[in-house]
């Protein structure tokens, strides 16, 4: 099991380490990021920037509207077009993705919403994390599990779709 979604988890190697606190400003929008794991890192980043990620310990930035995705207290920026998958928390466009391990986007939860007025797909995931099958430390960029963000969303178009127009009962 991915140790950043295991319940009880042991300290996992430096290397793929679970985003710890937020540290560090992004250099575009000031906002704090979390660090992120070297191995993280290294599966994420286009190859020609695969030196640049040895530089130091590099953040998450979560800004939606920011085009950075990494960087370190360095200055060193790496943004979308330097990493090798659109990253969900920046994208507006479908497929705007939402768990890297079991490929769901935003779009299929926004489906299964509209056809059963509920989703399923965060417990479908926390069984998925259970059976020992989740990556979420090197497969999601922000080196960290989903489900919160997975949930967020759930919620967030449960009540889009609740507000504009009826759903079937499920």
């Known amino acids: 099991m991915s140790e950043c979604c295991s319940p009880k988890s042991s300290p996992a190697p430096a290397e793929v380490q679970p985003a710890g606190p937020m540290k560090a400003g992004c250099p575009r929008c000031g906002q704090a990021g979390r660090p992120v794991g070297l191995r993280t890192l ?3 980043v286009r190859p020609e ?3 640049t990620v040895e530089a130091g310990q590099f953040h998450f930035c979560r800004t939606a509207g920011c085009d950075v995705v990494y960087f370190n207290e360095s200055g060193i920026v790496l943004t979308r077009a330097d990493v090798r998958e659109r990253i969900g928390l920046k994208e507006t466009a479908d497929p705007v993705p939402l768990c890297y391990c079991f490929g769901f986007t935003e779009k299929m939860v926004l489906d299964e ?6 989703c399923t797909i965060p417990q479908r995931i926390a069984a998925e994390v259970k059976a020992g099958h989740c990556a979420c430390e090197i497969r999601n960029p922000q ?3 989903c489900l919160g963000e997975v949930t967020t969303v759930v919620r967030r178009l449960l009540q889009q779709v609740a507000g ?3 759903v ?3």
């Open 42 to 44: 290294k599966h994420h």
């Open 49 to 51: 920037h695969l030196r």
């Open 113 to 118: 919403i509209r056809a059963t007025g509920r």
């Open 143 to 145: 080196g960290s599990c």
């Open 164 to 166: 504009s127009s009826p």
């Open 168 to 170: 079937p009962d499920a």
